[in-house]
């Protein structure tokens, strides 16, 4: 989990809030994974897979917001 502090400016809490719900998503995913068994764990892996992707989105919105911040470019 993830501690803040107060943000100096808009971008530095979007992006902590990006990382917050990052973190929150694989964590669900693997949680998934973990209790995939029985009839219900075809699903639960399919869900897992969809949470991971959702984590992707996310992850690649925050890499291109930190290359912002660093004066780099998003490929």
């Known amino acids: ?3 803040f ?4 400016s808009a971008d530095e809490a979007k992006v ?3 990382m917050t719900e990052l973190h ?3 964590e669900f995913a693997a ?5 995939a068994t029985g009839p219900w ?5 399919a869900l897992a897979e ?3 992707a959702k984590a992707d989105v996310i992850e690649a919105q925050l890499n291109g917001r930190l290359l912002e911040t660093v004066g780099g470019t998003a490929a």
Do not use: N, S, V
Not at 31 to 35: K, V
Not at 41 to 45: H, I, N, T
């Open 41 to 45: 764990a075809e699903d639960y892996l």
């Open 5 to 8: 502090t107060k943000p100096t």
């Open 1 to 3: 989990m993830f501690i």
């Open 24 to 26: 929150r998503k694989r």
């Open 31 to 35: 949680q998934l994974r973990e209790e």
């Open 50 to 52: 969809f949470e991971d």
């Open 16 to 18: 902590g809030l990006l």
